[in-house]
């Protein structure tokens, strides 16, 4: 490391660890010639990652083997199942081919007339209500897992709970009589459920007809449907540990 | 003769190797065609006379034909072995190549014998049995004695492993007699540099020769094109068999084959050469990787070799652009007068007369009879026109009589949206048709909806307030509204990945965006929430569309494959497969039956929707299409990549008919007019260029000759054709758009 001759405490401009020095060249090697100077940080960081993650998995795996030392074949597994994992490529091509031939062998489905908003079944589509209404009484039973509305929780898609695209409550609104005492203020859920109807509300929740009839109203034009906040009824099937967390979500809408 | 010195060093090195067995190697030739183990590259069992490995070979030959029960075949091998291999190998070849007409892959010119010999792969038991029924015994000998996978221990390691060190005098041997031939010959030659180095620079490196490889390239590639460089630096990046695993490109490239087209005259030039030589490396490769598409008539010049070339795979095989296209529109329908009640007070006099008659003249298509260009009305299922549609249509035509004809002389206004603050952000931009929203899909994984009209976005009310709301009065579309959520802009969250896609849907209801964690969401933009989120691409989705008529949509992405979706299926309908790179830009053609992909590959594909099938290859890019634009009319379309240039094509006869040069940096959006008379085009370059294409496709002749071979010769006139620049101010133009009326709206983000 050059750079001694100047006693600063910081490194001079012209410092560049070897790493990084390094890193420069490999993107140079590879072409990339225009880039911000955060990448090379980045890149490094990630180069430190990858390499650890590695490395631990190869441990693992000699500790599998009883071996006292990792070697180079612990570290090659380390590899392979990492690459299957993370870095996946895309399908070869004969694969792909084969696949669109059968694919392409069906024919295009009829279009039935006036249907009203084209979209596929209710499960594979991101309408459903993905929360529930808590009464104030925090009475709440896990039973009300059996409500989930089935949610396509694969993926990224639904898990990450970015959506706050601020609904209406019109679950309760609609078992409710008249929709006014529900104070919509924008950006939250206020919901406040006056205690005379917390069994409405109580049945209503475990009860997924309620649910349904007001998600699919004919009567409405196109597709205004039930709207999707953040994702807590898929965590709701699930085991007690996320108990916590749910009641958590209720002071949250409680207030 | 030094052929024949190289030949005795092959020899010498091989004896080393000999018993490898390179089991991969067949492997991957069992995926390269349709005749599995074409070991044709190897199989020259070059014996000298009286080496003990080589004995070893040709009785591992011998033992093979007479399993195949080819006595005679056998006989003729007893009484030659003798003799050098050399001697052999030109007639067997010869031979080989003229008998083997059996093999699975015909040449272009079907029932020319001579150029079979550019598809044989050499090889295969499978081919065998087909020619067992060929006359010439010697022809059966050749074959079988040529391509042994079943013995492949010992000549699969020819096959691959022909000396490593002699291959740079392999290539440079090639380069010198192709320097050496007449001019005219020289340019098509010189087509199969490319290809060869890389097929030679890829054995070199499976079969872990990562020294010879290095040496190998430094020394060759800077012979190659320019517009290859960027596959070259790929290339130099893989020394190691490991990271070709990784590349799919690479492996497709190395498991397809390379297309090139040359005239007879200069394929019997090149044939005879590697054949009368006698380091039949070359001539094995070439047989095994290359797909040579023979014509007969005038060499091409380099120009016209360019123009056309630059693609992954190589150019087009001619066959690839014979299938039948429908490139006309389909017919529109007619609407009914009684919906023009509220045009009366807004139609002048010419307007009243109209209304008498049926609405669809005005529209253009006055003929009754079917065009034969135009698909059927049902090849495809359409939606049927709603009211709503119906309304929207008669919009339309009353906006597109307010259309401004443009020309040369009367050149468009243009309207640039800049989108201010979006720090390099702005992944995609889309127009509604009538140019009343503006869309834009951000790297922060947002979409974000602007009213472009001075009229609010305005949410449905919820459920309940809609109960109380009078469903019979006029303005019922008014009142769903609601006014307390009016806002100019909208953003719509849930995407987990920067969108690189965004579609309207014609009847502006939904909004559809594709993005980098491989979904494609659809909006409504009625609510503004996402309706469902299509799985299938579990790779970056580049681009997507909505289909003209709406219902339908395209999607293309990471994972080479393009997907045709209807709203209502959650799967998708059709996947269009046969890219070898990520495709980068997916366009429905305006009759919906078609849809045309833009690839990283160089080339662009138009699929037919009702079959699955690739009717057109277009290849002429050289770097990835990012844009691609349909004329109105159908007939024609525009294509612009990385490479700066705009090449328009002729759909039917699936011709490159013109090429605008004047953009310095990647063309990103490209836009005909209402009429087709002006094509705009917006590039990375800062600038909006617009040029006059009834003047580029007016100077399209096409005769026969033309039409058969795809040899088009392009004018330069790119000078004459722009009719203006205009420059933004440090902003990227990133999409198009005119309006009924034929106004320029562009969008880009600024970026200082």
């Known amino acids: 490391m050059r750079g001694k001759g100047a006693n600063v405490k910081m490194a001079s401009p012209k410092t560049v660890p070897k790493d990084a020095q390094v890193m420069i060249q490999i993107l140079k090697d590879m072409g990339i010639t225009e880039y911000e100077p955060r990448v090379i940080n980045q890149m490094l960081e990630f180069t430190y990652r990858y390499v650890t993650t590695i490395i631990e998995d190869a441990k693992i795996y000699a500790t599998h083997a009883k071996k006292n030392n990792v070697d180079a074949d612990d570290i090659r597994l380390a590899i392979q199942s990492r690459m299957d994992q993370s870095f996946t490529s895309p399908p070869p091509r004969d694969f792909l081919l084969e696949v669109a031939r059968q694919k392409n062998q069906t024919p295009l489905p009829l279009i039935k007339p006036y249907t009203g908003p084209r979209l596929p079944p209710d499960r594979y589509c991101l309408t459903a209500p993905n929360y529930r209404l808590k009464s104030i009484q925090k009475k709440m039973s896990l039973s009300a897992g059996r409500i989930t509305v089935p949610r396509l929780s694969v993926g990224a898609v639904s898990s990450r709970s970015s959506t706050p695209t601020f609904g209406t409550p019109s679950v309760q609104s609609v078992t409710t009589k008249v929709g006014t005492p529900m104070s919509l203020s924008g950006q939250r859920f206020t919901v406040q459920i006056p205690s005379s109807q917390t069994a409405a509300s109580k049945s209503s929740t475990p009860s997924t007809p309620t649910v349904q009839n007001v998600l699919i109203n004919p009567s409405l034009i196109g597709s205004k449907n039930i709207l999707i906040t953040t994702n807590m009824v898929s965590q709701n099937s699930a085991s007690e540990s996320l108990k916590r967390k749910h009641e958590d979500d209720d002071d949250y809408d409680a207030l | ?752």
């Open chain 2, 1 to 752: 003769m030094a052929a024949v010195q190289d030949g005795q060093l092959n020899l010498e090195v091989e004896k080393d190797i000999k018993t490898e067995i390179t089991n991969d190697d067949s492997g991957n030739i069992n995926a390269n065609s349709s005749s599995p183990g074409s070991t044709s590259s190897g199989g020259k069992s070059k014996s000298p006379a009286g080496s003990g490995e080589d004995q070893q070979t040709l009785l591992a030959v011998l033992q093979f034909l007479k399993r195949n029960k080819l006595t005679e075949s056998v006989d003729i091998l007893r009484r030659e072995a003798g003799l050098s291999a050399d001697a052999d190998d030109s007639p067997i070849s010869e031979s080989a190549g003229a008998g083997s007409s059996g093999a699975p892959n015909v040449g272009a010119d079907g029932g020319d014998a001579n150029s079979l010999l550019s598809r044989v792969s050499i090889a295969t038991p499978a081919a065998l049995p087909a020619t067992a029924p060929l006359a010439p015994p010697k022809v059966v000998a050749a074959s079988g004695g040529e391509d042994q996978p079943d013995v492949n221990v010992v000549l699969s390691a020819y096959s691959q492993q022909g000396d490593p060190v002699l291959y740079p005098l392999y290539y440079n041997g090639l380069k010198k007699f192709i320097e050496s031939v007449l001019d005219c010959h020289r340019a098509e030659l010189s087509q199969v540099f490319y290809p060869l180095f890389v097929h030679m620079y890829l054995e070199l490196v499976y079969n872990n020769h990562e020294n010879e490889a290095k040496q190998f390239f430094e020394k060759f590639s800077g012979d190659q094109e320019c517009y290859y460089e960027e596959d070259l630096r790929i290339l130099s990046s893989m020394s190691k068999k490991e990271h070709m695993k990784g590349n799919e490109t690479m492996l497709d490239f190395r498991t397809s084959k390379f297309v090139l087209r040359i005239s007879r005259d200069s394929y019997q030039l090149l044939k005879r050469h590697l054949q009368e030589r006698q380091n039949n490396q070359i001539w094995n490769i070439i047989q095994e990787h290359l797909y040579i598409d023979i014509f007969d008539g005038m060499p091409r010049s380099k120009s016209q070799i360019d123009a056309m070339s630059g693609s992954l795979a190589g150019e087009a095989k001619r066959d690839a652009n014979k299938a039948k296209v429908f490139y006309g529109l389909l017919k529109e329908p007619e609407i009914e007068v009684p919906l023009d009640d509220e045009d009366e007070e807004a139609e002048n006099e010419e307007g009243k007369p109209k209304k008498k008659k049926p609405k669809k003249d005005s529209m253009g298509s006055k003929s009754k009879k079917q065009d034969p260009n135009a698909p059927q009305q049902t090849r495809i299922p359409l939606p049927e026109l709603k009211d709503s549609d119906k309304l929207d249509k008669i919009m339309n035509m009353k906006e597109a009589t307010k259309k401004i004809r443009l020309g040369p002389d009367n050149l468009p206004s243009i309207c640039f949206y800049s989108f201010l603050n979006a720090y390099q952000g702005l992944t995609a931009v889309d127009f509604t048709d009538d140019s009343s929203l503006i869309a834009g899909g951000f790297a922060d994984s947002t979409v974000r909806v602007w009213s472009v009209t001075p009229r609010k976005l305005r949410r449905v009310k919820s459920a309940a307030d809609l109960s109380n709301i009078d469903k019979e009065s006029d303005d019922v579309l008014e009142r769903i509204m609601d006014e307390k959520t009016a806002s100019e802009s909208k953003i719509l969250y849930g995407h987990s990945g920067p969108v690189y896609g965004i579609s309207f849907s014609p009847d502006r209801n939904y909004l559809l965006s594709s993005s980098e964690d491989g979904t494609v969401r659809l909006w409504s933009l009625q609510t503004f929430t996402c309706l469902v989120g299509y799985k299938g691409h579990n790779y970056p989705v580049w681009d997507t569309q909505f289909s003209p008529y709406g219902y339908y949509f395209i999607s293309g992405g990471h994972d080479r494959v393009a997907r045709l979706w209807a709203t209502d299926h959650y799967q998708p309908l059709r996947m269009f497969a046969g890219h070898l790179a990520d495709i980068t830009c997916t366009r429905f053609h305006p009759n919906s039956n078609y849809v045309a992909t833009g690839s990283a590959d160089r080339t662009i594909r138009l699929w037919d929707v009702l079959t699955g099938n690739c009717v057109r290859i277009l290849t002429g890019h050289k770097g990835p299409i990012h844009s691609l634009a349909f004329s109105p009319n159908g007939k024609f379309m525009a294509s612009g990549a990385t490479d700066s240039r705009v090449l328009l094509w002729d759909i039917g006869h699936g011709l490159m008919v013109g090429e605008l040069k004047g953009h310095t940096d990647t063309i990103y959006a490209l836009k005909f007019s209402r009429d087709g008379e002006i094509l705009a085009s917006g590039s990375m370059d800062n600038t909006v260029k617009l040029w006059d294409t009834l003047k580029a496709f007016d100077d399209v002749e096409l005769d026969d000759f033309t039409a058969a071979t795809g040899h088009i010769h392009l004018p330069e006139n790119s000078q004459e054709l722009l009719l203006g620049t205009y420059m933004t101010k440090s902003t990227p133009v990133i999409h198009l758009h005119f309006t009924r009326r034929n106004l320029l709206l562009a969008a880009g983000a600024y970026n200082p």
